[in-house]
């Protein structure tokens, strides 16, 4: 069991090749995601509807520190920290 990421991505123009990587605190980093963006692009105004994607990565909550969306050429679109988002297990007594 992985982590699980659903991602909405606006405003982003092609011609693109990208990736969602979730990346560990140790700066590991897993593929989860790969797609290619046209022209027209997801979230503008010639295709107005954002691109969403629903993947997994193989890092267990606790180990993730970020997850990048970046393009083959190594451009980074966004990053989104990621190590607050967890819930904290309780714990009795």
Known sequence: ??????????GVRGRL????VAVGKDGSQQTASNW?????GYGTSARPTP???????RLQPPDNDHVDVVTTQGRRLVSVDVRH???TPHRDG
């Open 36 to 40: 290619s963006v046209d022209k027209e």
């Open 17 to 20: 090749t990208c990736h969602l």
């Open 85 to 87: 988002h967890w819930p």
């Open 1 to 10: 069991m992985g982590t699980s990421v659903s991602p909405k991505l606006s």
């Open 51 to 57: 691109l969403e994607l629903e993947d997994a990565a």
